[in-house]
């Protein structure tokens, strides 16, 4: 599997050809990739989907390509970049080096290029965020964010659709006590007090017979906690 296949990728390239020519390369190898013919809609598409990865090239109507990436980096410093010109400009590409630039292709750029670069600057990509994304708990527990997974080194452990939200919602709080209302109220809104709390001490049950029960803490009169490893 390609480390692309997963992630998007917003292509910007004023060459109509060139662009339909890549387009057609990229599409199958990317979740989803947006196109556009100048830095401005650049902006726009970059402000409404918020890609994975970027190709630029560098000149560019409206707004040139180092513009554009000069604004994204004001909010965003782990994207990455790949500038694309017909011409090796040494000033322009040492602004893009300060800018975080991933990398940097003189046309004409061989598709086998282009994708061997991309696939690199993924792996790279998913690896920094990949360290941001896992949670570690006790005992060699581990949270991943973005899978909403509980992994016990290697091994994921399976959830039901009520424990894993549990979970979710005692990771946004980590290290805090989440009270019994927040979490009955989250997921049995509307239901019985008596329902609910029966519901939930069946749920810590079952939980708590896949993982330590200090991975959970019951906080008398307030509710429970999960703490990061030290």
Same mark, same amino acid.
């Given at each position: 599997?390609?480390?692309?296949?997963?992630?998007?990728?917003?292509?910007?390239?004023?060459?109509? #050809?060139?662009?339909?020519?890549?387009?057609?390369?990229?599409?199958?190898?990317?979740?989803?990739?947006?196109?556009?013919?100048?830095?401005?809609?650049?902006?726009?598409?970059? #402000?409404?989907?918020?890609?994975?990865?970027?190709?630029?090239?560098?000149? +560019?109507?409206?707004?040139?390509?180092?513009?554009?990436?000069?604004?994204?980096?004001?909010?965003?410093?782990?994207?990455?970049?790949?500038?694309?010109?017909?011409?090796?400009?040494?000033? /322009?590409?040492?602004? #893009?080096?300060?800018?975080?630039?991933?990398?940097?292709?003189?046309?004409?750029? &061989?598709? /086998?290029?282009?994708?061997?670069?991309?696939?690199?600057? #993924?792996?790279?990509?998913?690896? /920094?965020?990949?360290?941001?994304?896992?949670?570690? *708990? &006790?005992?060699?527990?581990? @949270?991943?964010?973005?899978?909403?997974?509980?992994?016990?080194?290697?091994?994921?452990? *399976?959830?039901?659709?009520?424990? &894993?939200? +549990?979970?979710?919602?005692?990771?946004?709080?980590?290290?805090?006590?989440?009270?019994?209302? %927040?979490?009955?109220?989250?997921? @049995?809104?509307?239901?019985?007090? %008596?329902?609910?709390?029966?519901? *939930?001490?069946?749920?810590?049950?079952? *939980?708590?017979? /896949?993982?330590?029960?200090?991975?959970?803490?019951?906080?008398?009169?307030?509710?429970?906690?999960?703490? %990061?490893?030290?």
């Amino acid at each position: 599997m390609l480390n692309t296949n997963n992630l998007t990728l917003l292509y910007v390239e004023d060459d109509t #050809a060139l662009r339909e020519q890549f387009i057609r390369v990229l599409k199958p190898r990317f979740k989803e990739v947006y196109e556009a013919a100048d830095g401005q809609q650049a902006l726009e598409l970059y #402000a409404q989907y918020s890609p994975d990865m970027i190709i630029v090239d560098i000149n +560019l109507p409206y707004i040139d390509g180092l513009e554009v990436i000069e604004k994204i980096r004001k909010s965003n410093e782990n994207t990455p970049i790949l500038i694309v010109s017909a011409y090796s400009d040494q000033e /322009k590409l040492f602004k #893009a080096i300060t800018l975080g630039l991933s990398d940097y292709l003189i046309k004409p750029v &061989r598709q /086998k290029k282009l994708l061997t670069v991309l696939d690199s600057m #993924a792996l790279k990509y998913k690896n /920094k965020i990949g360290i941001n994304n896992l949670v570690h *708990l &006790r005992n060699d527990y581990i @949270w991943k964010k973005e899978e909403k997974e509980l992994c016990y080194r290697d091994e994921t452990i *399976l959830l039901t659709k009520r424990e &894993r939200v +549990l979970l979710e919602c005692m990771m946004q709080q980590l290290n805090k006590v989440v009270t019994f209302e %927040s979490i009955t109220d989250l997921i @049995w809104e509307g239901e019985e007090y %008596s329902v609910v709390y029966s519901s *939930l001490s069946h749920l810590l049950k079952r *939980l708590r017979k /896949k993982f330590p029960e200090e991975l959970i803490e019951n906080i008398y009169g307030e509710g429970y906690r999960i703490t %990061s490893g030290q």
